[in-house]
């Protein structure tokens, strides 16, 4: 079975600051990991994944994740917020193979702050 | 450059109709889900279709029921709509088959209200 939890359902910062939103997973094989960004009244937008082949992870509007085996992590960070970054964030886990179910965490809410 | 199209997107019904939610995607892809969306809760899985023909319960399906009427669709039932099954509906599909990575492209959403 796989899982994901998400630390922390909102997180808050000022626009500029850095952006840290924390997922751990876990898995019974080789995971494929992926953030997927919400805006309000929108469906689920991708913004990275990681799939097995570099552990760090560049994503759509300045965001990347670092997958990390030992810690079971897979982070997303942003150097500097924007306004337009606040929206609910998603961390999912997939397993791959014929099972293509992805697993999702909770959701952490950013609110940037001016 | 459609996607995922669900509809409707908003609906409210009373408790005991039925209604059916209806999804399409226009990227020939095999495998297609429904999800839930409620606050604080992520996103859970009713049922999903790996392949056309084929279909298969997610973790919360009681309550529902699933067709898969062609590669292109796939639509969720409620036979006796329940307040608990007030949400955010959400249809997606990916690749499937050998090599996908599991990636979901998710349609807009269908707001679900049960009086």
């Known amino acids: 079975a796989q899982s994901v939890t998400q630390l922390g359902s909102h997180v808050s910062v000022s626009e500029g600051a850095l952006v840290l939103l924390r997922c751990n997973y876990s898995s019974s094989v080789p995971p494929y990991l992926f953030w997927y960004v919400q805006y309000p009244n929108q469906g689920l937008q991708l913004l990275l994944k990681y799939t097995s082949a570099a552990t760090l992870v560049k994503g759509i509007n300045g965001f990347e994740a670092e997958f990390k085996k030992s810690e079971t992590s897979f982070h997303l960070t942003k150097p500097s917020a924007h306004m337009s970054d606040a929206a609910e964030y998603f961390c999912?886990?997939?397993?791959?193979?014929?099972?293509?179910?992805?697993?999702f965490g909770k959701g952490t809410l950013l609110t940037v702050n001016p | 450059n459609a996607g995922v199209t669900q509809t409707p997107k908003f609906q409210v019904l009373k408790t005991g109709q039925s209604m059916t939610l209806q999804c399409a995607q226009d990227m020939n892809h095999n495998s297609m889900y429904w999800y839930r969306q409620d606050p604080g809760m992520g996103l859970r899985l009713i049922y999903y279709s790996a392949s056309e023909g084929t279909t298969d319960k997610g973790e919360v399906p009681n309550g529902y029921n699933v067709s898969r009427l062609n590669k292109r669709e796939f639509s969720l039932r409620l036979e006796s709509a329940a307040p608990s099954q007030t949400s955010v509906y959400f249809c997606?599909?990916?690749?499937?088959?050998?090599?996908?990575?599991?990636?979901?492209?998710f349609g807009e959403g269908s707001r679900l209200t049960v009086l």
């Open positions: 997606a599909s990916n690749r499937g088959g050998g090599g996908s990575t599991g990636e979901l492209f």
């Open positions: 999912a886990v997939s397993s791959g193979g014929s099972n293509y179910k992805l697993t």
